[in-house]
């Protein structure tokens, strides 16, 4: 529309402004989940693994990574599946 302004329009290689708190917490919470995987690792009698936080790092980095995709298409996997294939574990 003519003669509104919308204020500044971002480019899809520009990013919106984030605050350093913002950043601090994201930090933290991934420190500590990153911390939570890698203890359950390491106190695990049926894991062994060289470096138990890379291990940590992928498993979370995987979980996320499909979390996200479910959520974007949640029809890709039925929920019954997705639910009986965990149950084995």
Do not use: Y
Not at 3 to 16: K, S, T
Not at 37 to 45: A, K, L, N, T
Not at 52 to 60: D, E, H, K, N, S
């Amino acid at each position: 529309m003519e003669g509104v302004d919308e204020g500044p329009v971002l480019d899809v290689g520009d990013e919106a402004p984030v605050s350093q708190e913002l950043l601090d917490t994201i930090d933290r919470h991934g420190k500590s989940r990153t911390a939570q995987v890698r203890d359950v690792i390491v106190e695990h009698p049926d894991v062994r693994v060289g470096d138990p936080g890379v291990a940590a790092g992928i498993i979370l980095f995987t979980v996320e990574m499909n979390t996200h995709t479910f959520m974007a298409a949640p029809r890709t996997v039925p929920s019954k599946r997705s639910r009986t294939s965990w149950s084995r574990w």
